[in-house]
């Protein structure tokens, strides 16, 4: 969950996919790295990618706006 990712500065905001992901189906590793919490928050590029996993939804859609990308749920 440390890892970093550069986003790419577009001219274009990229639309990203920010939807909800329970711990216990991550590896053990961020399992662990999760403590007490039962789900966390992907955002995902339009290919499928995921560029961050983050502790809750609005850190999600703040993070993906303060790199310029629009965000939008998935359920």
């Known amino acids: 969950m440390d890892t ?3 986003f790419e500065a577009n001219e274009e905001r990229a ?3 920010v939807r909800p992901v329970k ?3 991550l590896p ?3 399992r ?3 403590g007490d ?3 966390l928050y992907a955002v995902h590029t339009a290919h499928g990618e995921r560029l ?3 502790a ?3 850190l999600a859609f703040m993070l993906a706006r303060e790199n310029n990308m629009e965000p939008v749920t998935v359920h």
């Open 4 to 6: 970093k990712y550069e």
């Open 15 to 17: 639309i990203v996919y």
């Open 23 to 25: 711990v216990k189906d």
């Open 28 to 30: 053990e590793e961020m």
């Open 32 to 34: 662990e790295q999760a």
């Open 37 to 39: 919490l039962k789900t």
């Open 52 to 54: 961050a996993l983050v």
């Open 56 to 58: 809750d939804r609005k």
